[in-house]
């Protein structure tokens, strides 16, 4: 799981030893009989790479693959349709529809979505973990959130219990929440301000976060957004309570999704800032399994929510605008195009140095925008559009929003943004 999946990348295989000190390429040209043809499939394909799927009700996986005795079908993933070409062990040739999922040994030759190769000038740029230099190209993760080597436990999936609440962000609520009691529970979190102490300077602890994601609105209209293009995981037919409807995502792995967060500066250019996250078939929809021995069908039932621990960025307001636009993108392909966006954005003023501790100190002095007007500029961000990826929609969200909006009893509700395709959680999260 070198990606977050159970495959391998072609490139890092292709010169192991096998029995009979043979490599694996030397193995494929042995069958193949053609060195031209190999060639020019390695060139054509340099992310190609071997899937072992997580098949329905325990029929097949990497852990359950029995190698002594299980030798396991080859299917193909194409870029120009959603059935399968399947190779037997006999060598006759199979199409396995797209609406039915295989319940036997079976691996999937593909492309990677989350490897690129960095030698060309759209990503040199990427600052992210090498996975090796193989015949002098330099194949480097999409993003370190694929990176399953050295990712971070911080960057996993997480269930969300009210005692994982920070406590910060609970006494920002209560602070704010009084009756006649006006403010901004970011204020206290970031700055430590309250009504009794209204200036302190900016805290590093806490970053804005993604804490939550999940797919909304019409069911049908929702998949077909992000599973439009061949090579998605792909369901076919409307879905109803009755329907026995099928996500095939067996042969591509996971959904990958970009999050692009765009921030407004005061000297007028803003940053972009790219996240990106894996989403199992299972993480966005709840369903049933049904048939078998071969095959199995997905009855779908609904959305579900993925818990996420994303950090974003240190959100001062002496630097950045009062609101932020956040993207996401279900990502098809690695090419990008550079776009410019200019917008107006709020700035608040009421900062300046305080030396009452004996000491320089820059703060912030007030509540909300303090006594001081706030400030108004265009300013202008550079951000990537990445063409062929399904785009979901855009959210803002503003400094002054509530991070909790209710309680009950122990029990406490934060806020969610949606943009009509998806909803998404935006809130502090302490890193240090």
């Given at each position: 799981m070198f990606d977050n999946d159970y495959e391998v990348l072609y490139q890092m295989i292709k010169d192991e030893r096998l029995e009979g000190n043979i490599t694996v390429r030397e193995m494929i040209l042995k069958n193949l009989g053609n060195e031209a043809l190999l060639n020019s499939i390695e060139i054509n394909n340099p992310t190609l790479t071997i899937l072992v799927p997580e098949l329905p009700e325990n029929s097949f996986s990497a852990q359950l693959w029995n190698t002594e005795n299980q030798i396991p079908k080859v299917a193909i993933r194409?870029?120009?349709?959603?059935?399968?070409?399947?190779?037997?062990?006999?060598?006759?040739?199979?199409?396995?529809?797209?609406?039915?999922?295989?319940?036997?040994?079976?691996?999937?030759?593909?492309?990677?979505?989350?490897?690129?190769?960095?030698?060309?000038?759209?990503?040199?740029?990427?600052?992210?973990?090498?996975?090796?230099?193989?015949?002098?190209?330099?194949?480097?993760?999409?993003?370190?959130?694929?990176?399953?080597?050295?990712?971070?436990?911080?960057?996993?999936?997480?269930?969300?219990?009210?005692?994982?609440?920070?406590?910060?962000?609970?006494?920002?609520?209560?602070?704010?929440?009084?009756?006649?009691?006006?403010?901004?529970?970011?204020?206290?979190?970031?700055?430590?301000?309250?009504?009794?102490?209204?200036?302190?300077?900016?805290?590093?602890?806490?970053?804005?976060?993604?804490?939550?994601?999940?797919?909304?609105?019409?069911?049908?209209?929702?998949?077909?957004?992000?599973?439009?293009?061949?090579?998605?995981?792909?369901?076919?037919?409307?879905?109803?309570?009755?329907?026995?409807?099928?996500?095939?995502?067996?042969?591509?792995?996971?959904?990958?999704?970009?999050?692009?967060?765009?921030?407004?500066?005061?000297?007028?250019?803003?940053?972009?800032?790219?996240?990106?996250?894996?989403?199992?078939?299972?993480d966005l929809f709840s369903f049933k399994y049904l048939g078998g021995p071969f095959y199995f069908y997905r009855r779908f039932e609904g959305f579900k929510k993925m818990d996420l621990n994303i950090p974003i960025f240190n959100w001062d307001l002496d630097q950045y605008a009062s609101t932020i636009k956040i993207d996401v993108e279900e990502v098809d392909l690695t090419v990008t195009t550079v776009l410019t966006e200019s917008r107006n954005a709020e700035f608040a003023s009421n900062f300046s140095v305080d030396v009452s501790g004996g000491y320089k100190d820059y703060v912030k002095v007030g509540l909300k925008y303090g006594t001081s007007q706030k400030i108004t500029k265009t300013s202008t961000v550079q951000k990537t559009f990445t063409e062929g990826n399904d785009l979901l929609g855009d959210v803002i969200v503003n400094f002054a929003d509530n991070v909790i909006i209710g309680a009950d009893g122990a029990n406490y509700t934060t806020r969610e943004y949606s943009s009509g395709l998806y909803s998404i959680g935006i809130e502090p999260i302490r890193v240090q």
């Open positions: 194409l870029s120009t349709t959603n059935n399968i070409p399947v190779i037997n062990l006999d060598g006759s040739e199979e199409i396995i529809k797209q609406e039915y999922i295989p319940a036997y040994p079976i691996i999937v030759i593909k492309d990677n979505e989350r490897i690129v190769v960095s030698n060309n000038s759209v990503n040199k740029g990427i600052k992210t973990r090498s996975v090796g230099v193989f015949n002098g190209v330099n194949y480097k993760f999409l993003d370190n959130s694929f990176d399953g080597v050295n990712k971070s436990k911080a960057e996993l999936a997480r269930t969300v219990e009210v005692s994982a609440i920070d406590p910060k962000i609970i006494t920002a609520y209560n602070t704010y929440n009084a009756v006649n009691v006006d403010g901004w529970q970011r204020d206290y979190i970031y700055y430590g301000i309250t009504p009794d102490s209204q200036k302190g300077p900016f805290k590093y602890n806490f970053q804005e976060g993604i804490k939550s994601f999940m797919l909304q609105g019409d069911l049908n209209s929702a998949y077909d957004k992000i599973a439009e293009q061949t090579g998605d995981p792909y369901m076919p037919g409307r879905i109803s309570a009755n329907d026995l409807s099928n996500i095939g995502g067996w042969a591509d792995g996971s959904f990958e999704f970009k999050v692009r967060i765009l921030v407004n500066a005061k000297n007028g250019v803003g940053s972009e800032i790219i996240k990106y996250f894996s989403a199992r078939v299972r």
